[in-house]
């Protein structure tokens, strides 16, 4: 994250004394915040979560801001357009997540929560809608990170009530375990890798691998521009809507700028 600019020296002087053969003196400088506040704004030519594209393979404006404190703790709202198809009438996507960060040794930890939301995200005929909620932990070293999220509710709303007389109870306790490395190839370019597995308690049909691999480039002044192949070996019947397999592989382009 970018820090805050130092706001520098601000020279003063003693007001009604005149100054005799005494310079001006410098005021101390402003000690550095102990918040850090970032936004970021992007374009991609589609957005696809764990493999899957949520605007059936449309592009997509995304946008968020973060606020981090010196201590390790964060919190931070993210936000995508998306297709009403592949979110049966969501108007889009917002994101709530916070927690906390710190090192350990040569390993990074970040443990937090995110909170999904689809506003107007309701299952045809049902009424149900897809809000989830999950816990995350993400241990890192050196190019590698390794991060499993749990929901503390139904998965997207998979229970009873959206699947009938099909359903299988509900899918809370679902997990998703991920594998990321990111090489450095200098002069702001990475080689970026992932691989991650979805398991969606009670409805194992549903569970799905999937993998990534992209190049990435730093533009500076805060650009930054990826081209990625995504894929899944999620189950063609069950992920294609409106006559979109939805995890078939697709490659991603995406320019983002920092703030």
């Known amino acids: 994250m970018k820090t805050h600019r130092n706001p520098g020296r601000a020279l003063v002087a003693a007001a009604g004394i005149v100054a005799t053969g005494a310079a001006a003196q410098a005021a101390p400088p402003t000690p550095p915040s102990s918040y850090t506040l970032t936004t970021n704004v992007g374009l991609v030519s589609q957005y696809v979560f764990r493999g899957v594209s ?30 009403g198809k592949a979110i049966q009438n969501a108007t889009g996507e917002i994101d709530l997540y916070g927690g ?66 099909a359903g299988n109870g509900s899918s809370k306790g679902s997990g998703y375990l991920e594998l990321n490395a990111s090489f450095d190839l200098g002069n702001g370019w990475s080689v970026d890798a992932h691989v991650g597995r979805q398991r969606v308690e009670h409805y194992a049909a549903y569970s799905f691998t999937d993998l990534r691999l992209g190049v990435a480039s730093d533009l500076g002044q805060g650009w930054r521009a990826a081209l ?16 979109v397999h939805t995890g078939d592989g697709k490659l991603v382009a995406s320019i983002v700028r920092s703030f």
């Open 54 to 83: 949520y605007t059936q393979e449309r592009p997509a404006v995304q946008g968020g801001v973060d606020l981090a404190h010196a201590s390790g703790w964060y919190a931070g709202l993210w936000g995508s357009s998306i297709s």
């Open 100 to 165: 906390y960060a710190t090192t350990i040794g040569a390993f990074g930890v970040d443990a937090g929560v995110l909170q999904f939301t689809f506003p107007g995200g309701r299952y045809d005929g049902t009424g149900q809608n897809y809000q989830t909620t999950e816990l995350n932990l993400a241990l890192s070293w050196q190019m590698f990170k390794l991060k499993y999220s749990h929901t503390l509710s139904d998965y997207f709303g998979f229970n009873d009530r959206s699947f009938g007389a």
């Open 228 to 243: 990625a192949w995504a894929d899944t070996n999620a189950d063609r019947a069950l992920y294609t809507i409106d006559g």
